[in-house]
């Protein structure tokens, strides 16, 4: 006999001030997770690479504190934000670097930089990673 999936958690505490949201993502090659961070600085939220936005997740957002910043780290972790962007508009948005192209639909009030402090300030570091493009195919192929 089957058991049924135990649903998930809304948002999964992890220490003080620091939740995940874990969701299903289907693709094309399979289903694939994706994953929220939500950080309380003060009284107000920091959502890192949203997920799809339910009545359960709003709900369990409003309980924590006040949506302030979205977060799109990646050109590819974006796929959520503009459901975001419409439920909490006085949110600061911000993108890596080539987001905000990628995404002309929604307007970015910062790109992400090491270079200057973040908007929500120095109370959670960041850091930039940046890939490099490799052209590599196989094992032993050099890159350009």
């Given at each position: ?138 094992p032993g192929t050099?890159?350009?």
């Amino acid at each position: 006999m089957m058991r049924a999936a135990m649903p998930e958690a809304t948002l999964q505490p992890l220490a003080p001030d620091l939740w995940i949201a874990s969701r299903k993502l289907p693709l094309m090659v399979g289903e694939i997770g994706c994953r929220m961070t939500v950080v309380r600085l003060g009284s107000d939220l920091l959502l890192h690479s949203p997920v799809p936005l339910d009545a359960a997740t709003r709900e369990a957002l409003g309980r924590l504190g006040r949506v302030r910043w979205l977060v799109g780290p990646s050109k590819v972790h974006h796929l959520y934000l503009g459901d975001y962007v419409t439920a909490y508009p006085d949110a600061v948005l911000c993108g890596a670097p080539g987001l905000a192209e990628k995404r002309r639909d929604l307007r970015f009030a910062c790109v992400l930089d090491d270079a200057a402090v973040p908007p929500w300030g120095d109370g959670l570091a960041m850091r930039l990673l940046r890939a490099r493009r490799s052209r590599r195919c196989a094992p032993g192929t050099s890159t350009a």
